[in-house]
């Protein structure tokens, strides 16, 4: 944090005060200063937060008002407190403007700090990919005509916590058919019938931490246009991936992905962003996108994935949680990128050129 503009920071958001702290609650707020990290929170968490924050350093205070902000402000003779207005609502500014002291918007101050990961968080990261891929690998078997797909998101996100994580990143989806050609598909009820895509957009939490996943295979032989389409994708997140380095913004990233689609003639198709920040938020700094002006650094852990969308028809996305390592991408995922169908409830790569 830059504390040369403002020498007290207070965060309130949930995500925020876990990634300063280590420590999940509902309730509560982190002030910072130079020299110390102070966390209040209420008696439902304050001895379970004392305990573990205590080897931290971090000091834990019994309360829910802002008594300890204002001891801080006057002890330090802060002028300005440091908020994120981006998280802040009208009410809170009103609570925040009786301490007397100038507001600063430090919404980029808490981006900035939490984009760049240390190794622990790397570390959780990681493992929250693990266990999505594990989670996915073990539902394959549940791919079958019939299953709707609700069903199969829930069959993938008890395996989530079957094998160690918290929860989901956020709501799972799967969308079988005309249905992936919805970027954002709220999975629904529709069953799996044979010559149907399945795109499943998935991630887990591991001690706070996301993983971010999407994988489009095929329920029986696919058309001629599928693979042609999927080719294409695959194609464009290899040129991102690849060609990627420390240092460019996210414009220029996402722009290897979108020349490439179109290149084939699909640009136009391709309707989202290449890619986002993933850390305690599944959507965070630095943003990958045409509008993504911020460098991308070591360090930083973000997603690629470039989609088709033919409304009606299909979509296509390929997906993967990468991290910006000594100057270029090293993916976390090892689940395989080509094209794949499923057949006796196995992943198999599909080889042909289509019906």
Same mark, same amino acid.
């Given at each position: 944090m830059d504390f040369s503009k403002a020498s007290v920071y207070l965060v309130t958001d949930e995500k925020q005060r876990l990634y300063f702290t280590g420590f999940h609650s509902t309730a509560g707020h982190v002030i910072l200063t130079q020299d110390k990290t102070r966390f209040v929170v209420d008696s439902r968490y304050f001895y379970a937060a004392s305990k573990k924050l205590a080897k931290k350093g971090i000091e834990v205070?019994?309360?829910?008002?802002?008594?300890?902000?204002?001891?801080?402000?006057?002890?330090?003779?802060?002028?300005?407190?440091g908020v994120d207005f981006s998280l802040t609502t009208v009410k809170q500014l009103e609570g925040y403007k009786a301490?007397?002291?100038?507001?600063?918007?430090?919404?980029?101050?808490?981006?900035?700090?939490?984009?760049?990961?240390?190794?622990?968080? /790397?570390?959780? /990261?990681?493992k929250a990919c693990a266990i999505a891929e594990k989670s996915f690998k073990q539902v394959i078997s549940c791919v079958?005509?019939?299953?709707?797909?609700?069903?199969?998101?829930?069959?993938?996100?008890?395996?989530?916590?079957m094998n160690g994580a918290s929860g989901c990143s956020f709501d799972t989806i799967v969308a079988f058919g005309a249905n992936s050609a919805v970027p954002h598909?709220?999975?629904?009820?529709?069953?799996?019938?044979?010559?149907?895509?399945?795109?499943?957009?998935?991630?887990?939490?591991?001690?706070?931490?996301?993983?971010? /996943?999407?994988?489009?295979?095929?329920f029986g032989t696919p058309t001629k246009q599928f693979v042609s389409a999927y080719n294409s994708v695959l194609t464009a997140h290899e040129v991102a991936y690849d060609n990627a380095r420390a240092g460019m913004t996210g414009k220029e990233i996402?722009?290897?992905?979108?020349?490439?689609?179109?290149?084939?003639?699909l640009g136009k198709f391709f309707t989202h962003s290449l890619g986002h920040g993933i850390g305690v938020n599944v959507h965070e700094?630095?943003?990958?996108?045409?509008?993504?002006?911020?460098?991308?650094?070591?360090?930083?852990?973000?997603?690629?994935?470039?989609?088709?969308?033919?409304?009606?028809?299909?979509g296509i996305r /390929?997906?993967?949680?990468?991290?910006?390592?000594?100057?270029?991408?090293?993916?976390?995922?090892?689940t395989p990128k080509y094209l794949q169908i499923v057949k006796n409830g196995k992943l198999k790569r599909y080889t042909g050129i289509g019906k």
């Open positions: 205070f019994c309360g829910s008002d802002f008594s300890v902000l204002g001891s801080v402000l006057e002890q330090t003779g802060a002028k300005a407190l301490l007397g002291v100038e507001l600063i918007d430090a919404s980029s101050e808490y981006q900035k700090a939490m984009s760049v990961k240390t190794d622990e968080e /790397i570390a959780y /990261i990681q079958k005509e019939g299953i709707s797909e609700r069903e199969l998101a829930t069959e993938l996100e008890y395996r989530f916590k598909h709220e999975t629904g009820d529709k069953r799996l019938k044979a010559g149907m895509p399945v795109l499943m957009d998935f991630g887990c939490v591991y001690k706070g931490y996301c993983s971010d /996943i999407t994988r489009t295979f095929y996402d722009g290897l992905a979108r020349q490439s689609l179109e290149a084939d003639g700094a630095p943003w990958v996108s045409p509008k993504g002006d911020g460098k991308v650094e070591n360090g930083m852990v973000f997603s690629i994935e470039p989609g088709v969308y033919l409304n009606g028809k299909f /390929i997906e993967d949680s990468v991290l910006m390592c000594e100057g270029k991408p090293k993916t976390f995922m090892k």
